[in-house]
């Protein structure tokens, strides 16, 4: 058998070491819930977060749309600008070739009349050169 004291050692150990355990379960309990505490925290900021970049999506999409609307309609502009510019030059060749198909008519017909006076004047010289007696 044990001494008094040693049983009674045996017991205070006992019990210190029962209450050690009782604290350590109650300090991991603390812990647990203080992790529990700071998810649920953290979830709900998250989602505060997700309702918070949902609201904005109507108007990020609604911004975007309004640069491609302004950009294509610039693009559009100038497009439209480009085509004018195209169109004036296309009734400036126009005129240009109605010109020059208008100054070749000129010419031909110059160019007959030159031919028929160099011809009547080569027929009068030889009816001269013929009457004459040069023939």
Do not use: H, W, Y
Request: charged share 25%; aromatic share 2%; proline share 1%.
């Amino acid at each position: 058998m044990m001494p008094s004291s040693a049983l009674s050692t045996v017991s205070f150990l006992q019990s210190v070491s029962i209450s050690s355990l009782e604290c350590l379960a109650e300090l991991r309990s603390i812990s647990a819930s203080q992790a529990s505490a700071t998810l649920t925290r953290l979830t709900l900021s998250l989602s505060s977060d997700l309702e918070s970049f949902k609201a904005s999506i109507p108007s990020l999409v609604q911004s975007s749309a309004a640069a491609i609307t302004a950009s294509a309609t610039a693009s559009s502009a100038e497009s439209a600008r480009a085509a004018e510019g195209l169109l004036a030059e296309n009734e400036r060749l126009q005129t240009r070739a109605q010109d020059a198909e208008k100054e070749a008519r000129e010419a031909r017909r110059e160019s007959g009349r030159r031919i028929r006076e160099a011809r009547l004047r080569q027929q009068q010289e030889k009816f001269v050169l013929a009457n004459s007696g040069g023939l």
